[in-house]
Nanobody
Framework: VQLQASGGGLVQAGGSLTLSCAASGRTFSRDAMGWLRQAPGKEREFVAAINWRGDSTYYTDSVKGRFIISRVNAENAVYLQMNSLRSEDAAVYYC????????????????WGQGTQVTVSS
């Protein structure tokens, strides 16, 4: 099972990026999916999660109103649209999946893969 995140890069503060995650080896259409991030010297942090139907989302407070998580089950993929990026958003972003939103929010997802680097310049 692989969860491959992509779409990271260098962006100016206030700019936008959209991250993508392509899952393979298993269908996650009945699982919650989400995003975690980890900045240098910091613990892994929950960012956002979405239930399997795509009609329930959950965000950490610091990204509410700026980030949007979405998914396309037919593509076995999840996305994170990041707007109004701040320097504190800089981190490696990881895609995650588990049966429940709770497991992802608790930073203990059953599945997570290689991340993509997001760098925000001021």
């Amino acid at each position: 099972v692989q969860l491959q995140a992509s779409g990271g890069g260098l962006v100016q503060a206030g700019g936008s990026l959209t991250l993508s995650c392509a899952a393979s080896g298993r269908t996650f259409s009945r699982d919650a999916m989400g995003w975690l991030r980890q900045a240098p010297g910091k613990e892994r942090e929950f960012v956002a999660a979405i239930n399997w139907r795509g009609d329930s989302t959950y965000y950490t407070d610091s990204v509410k109103g700026r980030f949007i998580i979405s998914r396309v089950n037919a593509e076995n993929a999840v996305y994170l649209q990041m707007n109004s990026l701040r320097s504190e958003d800089a981190a490696v972003y990881y895609c995650a999946a588990d049966e429940t939103l709770v497991s992802i929010a608790a930073r203990r997802p059953l599945y997570w893969g290689q991340g993509t680097q997001v760098t925000v310049s001021s």
